[in-house]
């Protein structure tokens, strides 16, 4: 069981995602390598969404909610041999606080971490971090590889140079090297005891090694795999129906987890003066997009068709199946009221001498845009799709040149969406300003605090129940598709196994002779 070198194969990163810093990257091929080789307080279990122990023994959260104090498990080291220790805890934390303010709070880990006043160590094995106002998303986000642990030596070097892999984590596995766009390596670290109790191996990892490359063509990696050059094949997009046809054949098997957190939506300008400002227009949508047939369509008959803004691992996941059902009927009723009338032989609606025409802003690796249109065109409505570079969408979404907007975002919390959707901690503040009235925004992100603000899991669920019942009765968000994770595993490979994020944990897999 122990031993020999497992070959993987990812989606690239890019000159724009050149990044192994657990802080810093979003990049969900590089996530699943951090997580191999640095670990978090606490992990997430993926069938329940239960936060459990990990580095820490335990915790606490005082009343108010401002403050969490952690117990640190003993004899844990980083891969250089510093401890593990809450003066260590304490440098990751306030390296984190310095880089979200230095950055302006753009660093991705910086929403992991919001309220964060400061972290005080109480003794050499407790850790306490203080807020300045409640955040009871806190305890998840540190079981997310966003805030996995470094050695206090990794910050000696800059934010550029731990993004370029000058990191030492505690993980089952050591970085050996990171070279942008070409691939990761790994090896074993010995005397590893200190694993997530998520896994079923308690000791060093099986493996020896794992090498990692970067191959950007789907058709590649699949042949790769199918001739057995490869072990693992971890593409970015789900396979197409051919490719899993061809993945099967071969001997090798297929694992898929849908991502949680925010699925695959679109997001509508309601600002003045754009046909989607009409709550009846946003509304007559969701009946004219059949999101069944969509996923059949793009993916297969067997993908899981998507039920509302959050994809169903997503934790306080409430279905809203009924108010996507696909009617183009009651589309057509729906426009007929708002006066969008459709001439006997026109193709489109047309109200005060101007066609129904919404401008999708999509970029190249964009999914679904002509479906979409098809299916709009049916009922009366035309789609232009408009491609962009992430430039020009920054300049769109600040003019309010556009109609339509695609986003998501991976992390297994719904308090996920606060950033797209509250302008305060948006990513894009103009994205989060022109998707709501100013009315409904106000009543979103009371919703978004009160959820966040509770500690009772009872009232979060009842909260977060209601949010995803009015984000589709305003017509805030149009989901489209649940972001799956596939990966091609080849038969001589056991014990793989996804964390909570859609990620693959190494810890537990071996190579059968």
């Avoid at 990812?10 to 050149?18: L, S």
């Avoid at 074993?188 to 990692?212: E, F, M, Q």
């Avoid at 934790?315 to 426009?335: C, E, F, N, V």
């Avoid at 009371?446 to 909260?463: K, L, N, P």
Wanted: hydrophobic content about 40%; charged content about 20%; glycine content about 8%.
């Amino acid at each position: 069981m122990s031993g020999g070198t497992l070959e993987l194969a990812y989606f690239p990163d890019n000159a724009a995602f050149t990044c192994v810093d657990p802080f810093q990257t979003y990049w969900l091929e590089s996530r699943t390598l951090i997580r191999n080789f640095a670990d978090s307080l606490t992990d997430q279990d993926p069938a329940t969404g239960a936060i459990v122990p990990w580095l820490a023994t335990g915790w606490q959260v005082s009343p108010d909610g401002l403050d969490y104090t952690f117990e640190l498990r003993q004899g844990v080291t980083f891969a250089d041999g510093a401890p593990l220790d809450a003066a260590a805890v304490k440098t990751n934390f306030d390296n984190f606080l310095d880089l979200t303010r230095s950055s302006g709070g753009t660093v991705f880990g910086a929403s992991y971490i919001q309220g964060l006043a400061s972290t005080e160590v109480l003794d050499p094995m407790t850790v306490r971090f203080h807020f300045g106002r409640p955040n009871s998303s806190f305890l998840q986000a540190t079981s997310t590889t966003n805030l996995a642990l470094l050695s206090p030596a990794s910050f000696r070097n800059s934010p550029q140079q731990r993004c370029l892999g000058h990191i030492v984590g505690s993980g089952a596995f050591r970085l050996d090297s990171y070279v942008p766009e070409v691939g990761v390596s790994l090896s074993r670290r010995a005397g590893y005891r200190w694993g997530s109790p998520l896994d079923t191996n308690r000791g060093d990892a099986y493996l020896a090694k794992v090498h990692a490359r970067y191959v950007a063509e789907d058709s590649v990696r699949t042949g790769d795999l199918t001739s057995g050059q490869i072990d693992i094949d971890w593409p970015r997009n789900p396979f197409t129906v051919q490719d899993r046809e061809l993945v099967t054949r071969s001997g090798a098997y297929l694992r898929s987890r849908s991502l949680p957190g925010v699925s695959y939506a679109l997001y509508p300008n309601v600002s003045q003066g754009h046909p989607l400002a009409d709550d009846q227009v946003r509304q007559a949508l969701f009946s004219a997009i059949d999101i069944r047939a969509m996923a059949a369509t793009t993916y297969g008959a067997d993908y899981p068709v998507v039920a509302g803004a959050f994809d169903n691992t997503t934790p306080y996941y409430t279905p809203q199946t009924a108010k996507l059902r696909y009617d183009p009927q009651q589309a057509d009723r729906i426009l007929d009221a708002a006066g969008w009338r459709r001439a006997p032989g026109e193709q489109y609606r047309t109200k005060g001498g101007r066609n129904l025409t919404l401008t999708l802003l999509v970029d190249t690796g964009s999914i679904g845009g002509e479906l979409l249109q098809d299916e709009l065109r049916k009922v009366g409505v035309e789609l232009r799709l408009e491609t962009v570079t992430a430039a020009e969408r920054s300049a769109d979404l600040a003019s309010g040149h556009y109609d339509l907007i695609e986003d998501y975002f991976t992390r297994a919390d719904p308090g996920s969406l606060q950033f797209i959707l509250v302008q305060a901690l948006a990513n894009s503040k103009a994205l989060a300003r022109n998707s709501q009235h100013p009315e409904v925004a106000a009543q979103i992100a009371d919703m978004f605090t009160q959820a966040v603000q509770t500690s009772d899991v009872g009232q979060r669920q009842q909260i977060y129940a209601r949010l995803q019942g009015a984000l589709i009765d305003d017509g805030i968000t149009f989901p489209l598709f649940e972001r799956l994770q596939f990966a091609g595993i080849r038969n001589r490979v056991d014990g793989f196994r996804f964390t909570s994020e859609s990620l693959l944990d190494l810890h537990n897999v071996w190579k059968t002779r």
